[in-house]
């Protein structure tokens, strides 16, 4: 199996453009995760989806972020407008019992 | 609500001794799961180990061991015989009923030639 799939691995945009990140779980995992990382925060989990199904996004920072999972085997992470505080690594995990993790996208803001 | 504390922000280990990496963790889940994950500087997320709750014996992977003490509420994390690209962040983490999982801020590991 290739693990968790992401993409871009790294983004530098301007300020005020919408970012998408990409991921593809493992197969069979039925639950997805989206984390947010920084030196500051730490690791941070945005959303959580069992089954294609949100199940708690209250990690969410703000309406600016929105996530969907269309399938079992693709979600999105959007970010609309970005902005330079949302530079971080976001991470995508996915798992059956054992969490497993994507590589990341390392997002910069200017 | 879940918790989970690794009190040591950086440890240092001479190459080929054993490590001691610890975490404690607070649930009032009845079944739970404790993980651990190890960060190089490249930044991916690697995982190493799992215990769950219920489990009779301590977690082993290869030079991983999961020292687990569930009275204690304590799930450390022993690495044998250090190498040099053992250097890295690690974090524990747990999942109790809600699945959603909750991650300790990390210790840095050293590891010395």
């Known amino acids: 199996d290739a693990g968790v799939i992401q993409s871009p691995r790294h983004e530098v945009t301007e300020m005020g453009q919408e970012v998408t990140l990409r991921c593809k779980p493992i197969?069979?995992?039925?639950?997805l995760f989206w984390y947010r990382q920084t030196m500051m925060r730490g690791l941070e989990l945005l959303i959580y989806?069992?089954?294609?199904?949100?199940?708690?996004d209250s990690g969410m920072p703000e309406d600016r972020f929105s996530a969907k999972m269309p399938n079992a085997s693709f979600s999105t992470l959007k970010i609309q407008p970005s902005e330079p505080r949302d530079s971080a690594v976001y991470f995508c995990?996915?798992?059956?019992?054992?969490?497993?993790f994507g590589p990341g996208t390392r997002l910069t803001v200017l | 609500a879940q918790k989970i504390t690794q009190t040591q922000p950086g440890m240092f280990v001479q190459e080929k001794e054993a490590v001691t990496l610890d975490c404690t963790y607070d649930?009032?889940?009845?079944?739970?799961?404790l993980f651990w994950y190890k960060q190089p500087s490249s930044g991916e997320m690697i995982f190493l180990i799992y215990?769950?709750?219920?489990?009779?014996q301590n977690a082993t992977e290869g030079r991983y061991s999961l020292n687990f003490q569930k009275a204690r509420k304590s799930a450390n994390l022993v690495i044998s015989a250090s190498q040099l690209g053992d250097s890295a962040m690690y974090f524990c983490?747990?999942?109790?009923?809600?699945?959603?999982?909750?991650f300790g801020r990390g210790t840095s590991l050293i590891v010395h030639p």
């Open positions: 995990a996915s798992s059956a019992n054992e969490q497993f």
């Open positions: 197969s069979g995992h039925n639950s």
């Open positions: 989806f069992n089954n294609n199904v949100p199940i708690d």
């Open positions: 649930t009032s889940d009845p079944s739970y799961g």
């Open positions: 215990q769950g709750s219920y489990d009779q």
């Open positions: 983490a747990m999942r109790g009923v809600s699945y959603i999982p909750t």
